[in-house]
């Protein structure tokens, strides 16, 4: 009785519902699909954060396996918090991030809001803009130290034409007051078009209609702009900050090639220092302590900052 | 004219436009020269290439390119002589400055090394990031959010944070230095990219159409072959290409995890180095057949660069 219930409703039962049967659940095939991505960060991003964590509470140094491992506690943290160099390592940091942002948001902001006027081949002269960014940073950024040469450089050069200067004296690369301004040059080159795109999305997004309501109650063209176009493209300059502010916090590759943290130390960035512990002093327990403070400060001053900008977008 | 054409009140002047579009054009132009500059430069030679005051107008060379593919060792004029004649034109060009061609030099195989990692890793990427994507596009995955945001926070590591315990571990399971490692670190890379851009555009696939694909008796997974695929080749052809100019730019691991056999162009390209210094003509030819492929990809992606530097966070 019951198995004949059982086959009458297995023959009621749609064709596709019986094949979806037979086939792997929805829930099954979810985990299919996500679980490989999911076990390859695992293996390759947080088992070694988790190794690197371990390391740097210990004396441990790459370049020495089999010595003893010892425990140090927070030796390590208490060291680098103390430690000199690290502040002006940080301090060196933030005065990179905070002039390669303005710079470029102010430039890109600018350029975003010419573009937007859409002049005749405005789509093509775009395109040519944004090709510096997509470049490998390290391979551009090694050219420049052509450019930078003093003399024979085509920087060098122009600059001491346009302003009289001798060629010889413009060491951007050497000169302790000039290098870090060499490093934020290349910086806003490559990277204003990325903050401009981002910038023309935002004033792409504000429609027209305010504008013209705006008109109406002939508000002047700068109230305008203070009142329409800056708050409604905000969030999107504020996007471009955040991205370019984590990006520029890591920066290494330009830096490392430019100058590789020099003269003396005056371009000497976080990751430029990290790599000097790690791979040249081989401090690898002290210099994991530094990479998770690091990592710790991008993640929570991105937290802080997603939050903002979501309030800004809330508005 | 405002009586015979009608127009928006708040359409940009012309004469705005003009100034707009000469500002422009100017920092288009000025921002351009630097990569003019290296792709003259890689036909200079090399006492042209070092000249006071900068020369724009040159006779072209290749010296550069012949530098660039062959280690020379210099000689006296008259072992140049005793040879017979020369092969080619780099011979040629290479025996006028006292040198003999002693072999080919590393470039070829660092760039080679450069498409097989990248490649190798951007389809690793694609494929995993497309299926995860799917899922979390499509399935009600508990702590979804948490799970992707995770995904994406692997993009906050500096990578020489990254690279200290990965060092070790590469050490440990013989990865040091291998196309393998490079690969498999490029994938965990770009995937978090792929996941996020790719869920961006299999979001806008209008769920209809694997319905009614299931309900012609099709499984989910064949619904997903036959259907979803399809219509987001555009999203993952795009994805794919960003996931490649990640890894084909990428410096920072590939200087400090590879050094031989496995090592990229980006780390290889700033080694070049002449007698009494860089050899400025063969940086520059390095990096120009290095800088061809984006710039054809940039062109190809124009439509999509916002989302792809966005994390799909911004869409047009």
Known sequence: MLNRTVENVARATPEPLARKVRGISDKGLAWLFISPTILLLLAINIFPLFWAIYLSFTNYRANRPNEVVKNLGFANYQRILGDQDIWIAMQTTAHFVFW???????????????????????????????VPMMLSPAVVGNFWRFLYEPQIGLFSYVISFVSGIPPTSIQMLSNVSLAPWSIIIVDTWMWTPYVMLICLAGLRSIPEYIYEAAEVDRASNWRQFWSITLPMALPFIMLAVLFRGIENFKMFDMVNLLTGGGPGSTTEVASITLKRQAFESWRTGYSSAFAIILFVAVFGLANIYVKALNKVKQR | MSLTTAHSVVAPSANSKRVAGAIIIAYALISIVPLLWIFATSFKTPPDSIAYPPKIVFQPSIEGYCNLFTTRTRQTPEYI????????????????????????SNFLPRFLNSLIIAFGSTFCAVFLGTLSAYGFSRFKVPLADDLLFFILSTRFMPPIAVAIPIYLMYRELGLSDTALGMILLYTAVNVSLAVWLLKGFIDEIPREYEEAAMIDGYTRLQAFWRTVLPQATTGIAATAIFCLIFAWNEYAFAALLTSGTAQTAPPFIPTIIGEGGQDWPAVAAGTTIFLVPILVFTILLRKQLLRGITFGAVRK
């Open chain 2, 81 to 104: 002589n005793s040879l017979g004649p020369a092969t080619g034109f780099c011979d040629e060009t290479v025996r006028k400055r006292n040198m003999v061609i002693a072999g080919p």
């Open chain 1, 100 to 130: 390669t942002i303005l710079l470029q948001t102010l430039i890109g902001f600018t350029l975003a809001w010419l573009i937007d006027r859409k002049f005749r081949g405005h789509a093509f002269w775009t395109t040519l803009i944004l």
